[in-house]
């Protein structure tokens, strides 16, 4: 490997056997050499392949904000979550982690610790993912003595969310639990009622709002067939239909989205089940 460029003393840009650019770093690799100049490999600690989209300008950028205590944490935290997740994640996670884990920490000694409003949701949406993320707090708190809130588990578990996702941007990612919120919120205040969150219904409707959510943020065509029974339970279940031509409106009103009838009718079925109708 030889250097093309050097940014600091410990991360330096070349290429590897694959022709591919990356970004490597290492504590003192790039002290007392020069572009062009051979790579003591033995010293490479880090390897980050530049994937689309990213310039070696913002991986860098990152990598020289976060401290070596923070790199660490970052390597601990990943590698528990490959285990337990049974994933294999690229760089961009190691890079988007690391990043918000650098600012998390800044946050926490400026006394500006973020809420998540969307906690409760993220939680029981994405179990796995948010207990990884539970770990991942206990992993900070042992590296830095610092106890960082529950809601802050919401964040990163979102990340490992969106690293297992093959089309979603971490925004994208973020709009599933607030749709889901906003869906149960519809059915609420249409039934004036609070549904009962430790249901078995309940915990199937989350499950199907989840992939309902993801369809419409990717703008997938949801599948449409022929469903004799649509309407005439349309007529039986008045209340629960009601329910989700407001759902459609929110939808087209929010997304620029319709509705089709498959989707009307699961929909209504689950609303029907979870309002104990």
């Not at 970052?74 to 988007?96: G, H, M, P, R």
């Not at 629960?240 to 009307?264: G, L, T």
Request: proline share 2%; hydrophobic share 40%.
């Amino acid at each position: 490997m030889i250097i093309e460029k050097k940014f600091n003393n410990n991360v330096i840009l070349t290429k590897d056997k694959q022709g591919r650019e990356v970004v490597v770093m290492g504590n003192g690799i790039a002290f007392s050499v020069r572009p062009g100049d051979k790579i003591d490999e033995s010293r490479i600690e880090k390897v980050f392949v530049i994937e689309n989209g990213n310039s070696p300008d913002d991986v860098v950028s990152t990598l020289s904000d976060m401290s070596k205590i923070e790199i660490d944490i970052v390597d601990q935290i990943i590698q528990e979550a490959t285990t337990v997740l049974k994933a294999d994640f690229s760089n961009y996670l190691y890079l988007a982690l690391g990043d918000h884990i650098h600012y998390a920490l800044q946050r926490y000694d400026e006394d500006l610790e973020l809420s998540n409003p969307l906690l409760w949701e993220i939680e029981h949406i994405y179990p796995e993912e948010f207990k990884v993320a539970l770990q991942a707090l206990n992993t900070i708190l042992e590296f830095t003595g610092k106890l960082l809130k529950k809601d802050e588990a919401g964040y990163i578990a979102l990340h490992f969310v969106n690293a297992q996702q093959n089309h979603l941007t971490l925004d994208d990612t973020k709009k599933i639990p607030k749709i889901i919120k906003q869906i149960i919120q519809i059915v609420e205040y249409h039934y004036a009622i609070e549904l009962n969150k430790n249901s078995i219904s309940y915990q199937r409707f989350l499950v199907h709002l989840k992939f309902f959510a993801q369809q419409i943020i990717q703008g997938d065509n949801l599948p449409i067939t022929d469903l004799s029974l649509f309407d005439s339970l349309k007529e039986k279940w008045a209340k629960a239909f009601s329910c989700v031509m407001k759902i459609d409106a929110f939808i087209q009103r929010q997304y620029n989205r319709k509705i089709n009838k498959d989707e009307c009718f699961y929909l209504m079925v689950h609303i029907q089940r979870v309002t104990g109708n």
